[in-house]
């Protein structure tokens, strides 16, 4: 067997909508190396692990509800010491892993890098806002004030090494808007550089923002406010029913 170089981790709940142009996208990377595709079933009730199995990638099933626990589990099971991750709704750039490979091998003393994620379906309000903080690397800024890089996990890649040292992701943060990519990015922050490439985007849905867009924003802005000002997020432990 080839042993991959970097892994990518795809969580992923009742996402036969979305999975397949995902793994579609993850299998025409321009990357010179093997890589592996771990898709993560959080306990999905349509045909996720179906579609999963289809596409010929690493399936794992991760039986407790949460998307944090859905990217441990995944984690865990990755071969490589360099961990890409983006979620089943997401299309990432055939540069995806070649960018991650080049910052990671650039700078031995850097830990995690990421980028922006853009909606391909979001109404004009919303994707004006998301360039807006694009180009002015809001993420970057926001890393600043707080001392603190946060990430999305729509869009980093990680070395397991470091990951493992500062505990992973909390499996207690059960809510998929608490945030669970910038608990980790910020723990990252204590232990190595992390940075944030502006120019690397992988594109999402905007599903959350059209089902119920007070709640989403609202949830999202005061668990960024919070984790920056206390790290701690203010919904880490509210019920799925948020994950649309």
Known sequence: MIQPYISIVVPAFNEKHTLPACLNSLRQ???SFPYEIIVVDNASTDCTAALARQAGVHLISEPKK????????????AQTNIIASTDADCIVPSDWLTRFWQ???EKPDLVAVGGYAMHYDAPLY????????????VMQLAGNLARRQPLTTQNLAVRKSAYEQVGGFDPNITSP???DDADLAMRLSAVGQVVVLPDLIVQTSARRYQQDPLRTVGYRWV?????????KGAFRHKTADVRL
Not at 126 to 137: K, M, P, V
Not at 223 to 231: C, D, P, Q, T
Request: glycine share 10%.
């Open 29 to 31: 990377q321009d990357f």
């Open 66 to 77: 949460g998307v944090a626990a859905a990217r441990r589990a995944g984690f865990a099971a």
């Open 103 to 105: 910052a990671l091998n």
């Open 126 to 137: 919303l994707d004006l806002f998301t360039h807006a903080g694009q180009r002015l690397n």
């Open 177 to 179: 808007l608490g945030l």
């Open 223 to 231: 668990n960024y406010a919070s984790y920056a000002l206390r790290n």
